[in-house]
Nanobody
Framework: EVQLVESGGGLVQAGGSLRLSCAAS????????IGWFRQAPGKERDGVSC????????YYADSVKGRFTMSSDNAKNTVYLEMNSLKAEDTAVYYC?????????????????????????WGQGTQVTVSS
């Protein structure tokens, strides 16, 4: 059974930092790409970042580039999202998701890893609230 379990969300002041984790199980981690998505109330679920577990390459949405860093520990089947300089507009439920196929040319080179419909498996989400 595929499982993705997010943790690390919470309440933080603007300008602060949080680190989200996503622990994965039930599939061959190295053969998958992992994405972080977020959904604010009344808005669509949008891609934030993605990583190809085949080579560790990453891709970021423009809104978080330079502030968020995604990484992967393949030995622990866990990905992380380090979020710095948080803004009120980063407030959302954050989800990690997994898709088979970690071709870096496609996932991170072309940025296709930010497309929600590309993902098969989803975690339950973790709330991030940034107070201004």
């Amino acid at each position: 059974e595929v499982q993705l379990v997010e943790s690390g969300g919470g309440l933080v002041q603007a300008g602060g930092s949080l680190r989200l984790s996503c622990a994965a199980s039930g599939f061959t981690f190295d053969d998958y790409a992992i994405g972080w998505f977020r959904q604010a109330p009344g808005k669509e679920r949008d891609g934030v970042s993605c990583i190809s577990n085949s080579d560790g390459s990453t891709y970021y949405a423009d809104s978080v580039k330079g502030r968020f860093t995604m990484s992967s520990d393949n030995a622990k089947n866990t990905v992380y999202l380090e979020m710095n300089s948080l803004k009120a507009e980063d407030t959302a439920v954050y989800y990690c998701a997994a898709r088979p196929g970690a071709n870096p040319t496609y996932v991170t080179g072309l940025g296709m890893g930010l497309i929600r419909d590309e993902y098969y498996y989803w975690g339950q989400g973790t709330q991030v609230t940034v107070s201004s």
